[in-house]
């Protein structure tokens, strides 16, 4: 075993290490062990000892495959070749313990055996395996009904939350409009022709348990046109503490329907009087605050569908970003035709002026968002307004409030 | 004019032989140096005649910062 004594602090700490784990696999795969020594070393000289890419991957395919090389394969000979495997993970990552069994099985036999559940995109990550392992690894996965996700400049596996399958607050089958976008886009999944990479994730609800609107190229949000459902019963048993807040995931016994609901609703668009509690839906923003804190009064509305945003990405070319709304409102029912179609315009009109390594919201901030529209026939909408009510360069005279009091209506809608 | 399907494989493997060395070539340039001297020629073609070149193992997917189709090489980390 080589000696670690800076990883070997790592286990030291309250919570369980990854060093702990990894010794266990030492102990049966050798190139774990060279693993740990790397690791070591690294933390040592602060650099890494990885090389990355190159022209590994299986036959047909030009994603799934991440070659990952030593730069140091004299003194640690298992990691001459430690590539990553990316597996397509099942929508929601609903898994049975037969098919966990099923998976780990084919990578002790053909890999190091250290997993990772899940990567960024959603993926359940193989890491660290030979060139001559993958043929055989994929054959035994394509056998088992599994299938290898996206890497590189391609569509990447789209990922979603659990949706209608456990939560009461999804606007939409997330599960399904996953797994349909999966198999609509195969090809752009295993064979890259785009200018980077595309992400695409489904979340329900606002809640966002995915984190869609910083994680996504093109994130599909749940959320319904109509009024919030009100209980007023309900919110008189929170009010009076018959009702724990939060579905009782909070150490508070009774709820303070003014300092914790409404003065807290990002618009102010609710009002308690001791009674009765309103809303202004017109105004409300869909952040789903005062719905969380509570779950048995106030439900979403009955118009359900999604609110597509764009442009979220880590710093590549330009700064992080998030997304921004591009279609606020689109039913959501199979098979999913609209948002396919806008899906395919959209990376037809970035693979046609991107950049190697540009994303799309990149491609927007630099081409404009006028440019983009035009190109996948949207209408500009006022919800694409990344800022609303903080625009500095706005200048409002007395006339702007006069008209507006007399009647003037700033845009209409059709 | 458009190219029949075999004509159009050797086309782009052509064009993929002769950047060896000097351009990565990705599968967007490809279909853009096609339609430029095949303005007919349909785009789902120009799609599945890459694939035809990498599923017979003539051409590879690369990654170097991007994903690329060249034609295939050893592996680096081979000649250890």
Redesign the interface.
Known sequence: MHKTPLLDQLESGPFPSFVKDLKRMAAKKPQVNDLLGQLERSYKEKITHWKHGGIVGVLGYGSGIIGRYSDLPDEFPGLEHFHTMRINQPSGWYYTSQALRELCDIWDEHGSGVLNMHGATGDLIFLGTRTEELEPCFEKLTAKGWDIGGSGSAMRSPSCCLGMSRCEWSCYDTMEACYQLTQEFQFDLHRPSYPYKYKLKFSGCPNDCVAAVARADMSMIGVWKDDIKIDQAAVQAYAGGELKPEGGATVYDKLDIKADVTDLCPTLCMSWDGKTLKIDNANCNHCMHCINMMPKALKPGNERGCTILLGSHAPILEGAQMSWVIVPFMKMEEPFDELKDLTYKITEWWAEHGKNRERVGELIMRMGMRAFLEAVELPPVPQSVRTPRANPFFFWHQSDFDAEAAGRKYYTTK | MALPKDELVEYIYKMVEAAAGKKQL???DIEKAVLKEHPDQPRNDV?FA??EL??G?RC????????F??C??V????K?
């Open positions: 990705k599968a967007k799609k890459i694939k990498i599923d193992g590879v997917y690369t990654y170097f910062g991007g994903s189709i060249e295939p090489r592996e680096g980390a081979a250890h």
